[in-house]
């Protein structure tokens, strides 16, 4: 469970669960892992061969979001699995754990939020679009994203390195964000930080939305395809949905301690429903909703995630794919 980015305590879960229910919950979290990691690779490797993407920010933003899911998914499986090994980590290397842990999480629901703004921008402000979303205020907006993600972080570090000893970085303990992060004051900025957060993505994602939706009634009522107005209420849904699921990120800790105190007897199954929901779902839903259902990505994807190759049989005759699997 990636207790470093959700603040979870969850280091007496192996006491409790069966082996047998241990192994299938690792092995539910791994393939789930694996398998969007695999998508997510595939929709890096169509971004890098072809140049048409380079070109347009949306783009540019779609494939931030699937590194920095790559990252998550990858540091925190890596928790979650070290939960269950009687294994103490180096502290230094918890630390980074944590760092790249805690950035990554924050980092999907700002990017989700600047892709809203693009995306209202191409919809709403059609003929300012170019003159807006730039390659080069898409990469600023980007460095933007790490920055606001390291305000939650870094003063957390900076406190740790002046209070605590030297030596607790050459020690080792088992990797958990509040056992490394043990200060009241840790608590308090991030509760701070991410109230704002949380505030500020919501007021974006409302306003754009609100715009957006009303921007397709005024396209339905004035006839234009029916076809096109109901894709793009669609996609508004699930953009929505996946940011609903990425915000817990701000209030994983406050809603999963409220389920505990109500249902303590089922603290273990509490911890594990809330990874599922809030690190892995979201990851899930970012290569299908920006990749498998965008018209031009999916042209380019799909012969590499099917992983097909072309033969020309003869000169002038059609090309066919054949499938390697």
């Avoid at 170019?130 to 003063?155: D, F, G, H, N, Q």
């Avoid at 029916?226 to 406050?254: E, P």
């Amino acid at each position: 469970m990636n207790s470093s980015s959700s603040g979870y305590n969850v280091s007496t879960l192996r006491y409790q669960d069966s082996y047998s229910i241990v192994t299938a919950k690792n092995v539910i979290v791994l393939a789930l892992g694996l398998i969007i990691n695999y998508i997510n690779g595939s929709l890096i490797h169509t971004f890098r061969k072809h140049q048409i993407f380079y070109l347009n920010p949306r783009y540019i933003l779609f494939i931030h979001l699937v590194v920095n899911d790559m990252i998550q998914l990858t540091t925190s499986i890596s928790l979650y699995v070290l939960i269950y090994i009687p294994y103490s980590m180096n502290v230094s290397l918890c630390c980074v754990f944590i760092i790249l842990s805690v950035f990554t999480s924050l980092n999907s629901p700002l990017n989700l939020a600047f892709m809203a703004v693009e995306c209202y921008i191409a919809v709403c402000l059609p003929l300012r679009h170019a003159e807006l979303c730039t390659i080069k205020r898409t990469y600023i907006v980007i460095a933007l994203i790490w920055a606001m993600s390291a305000v939650s972080i870094l003063p957390d570090v900076y406190i740790l390195l002046v209070t605590e000893p030297v030596e607790l970085f050459y020690s080792t303990m088992r990797c958990s964000r509040n056992k490394l992060f043990r200060d009241p004051i840790h608590l308090k900025i991030r509760d701070v930080s991410y109230m704002v957060y949380l505030t500020g993505v919501w007021l974006t994602l409302l306003f754009t939305y609100i715009k957006i939706f009303l921007a397709a009634k005024s396209a339905k009522a004035s006839k234009s395809a029916k076809g096109d107005v109901k894709k793009a209420r669609n996609t508004i849904l699930l953009h929505s949905f996946q940011l609903l699921l990425c915000m817990f990120t701000y209030v994983a800790h406050l809603i999963k301690n409220a389920l505990v105190y109500r249902f303590p007897e089922h603290y273990i199954n509490i911890f594990f429903a809330s990874y599922i929901i809030i690190q892995i779902l979201p990851r899930l839903l970012s290569p299908i909703v920006y990749g498998l259902r965008d018209n031009l990505f999916r042209q380019h994807l799909k012969k590499y995630l099917l992983c097909t190759v072309r033969l020309s049989i003869k000169p002038r005759t059609v090309v066919t794919s054949i499938l390697l699997y």
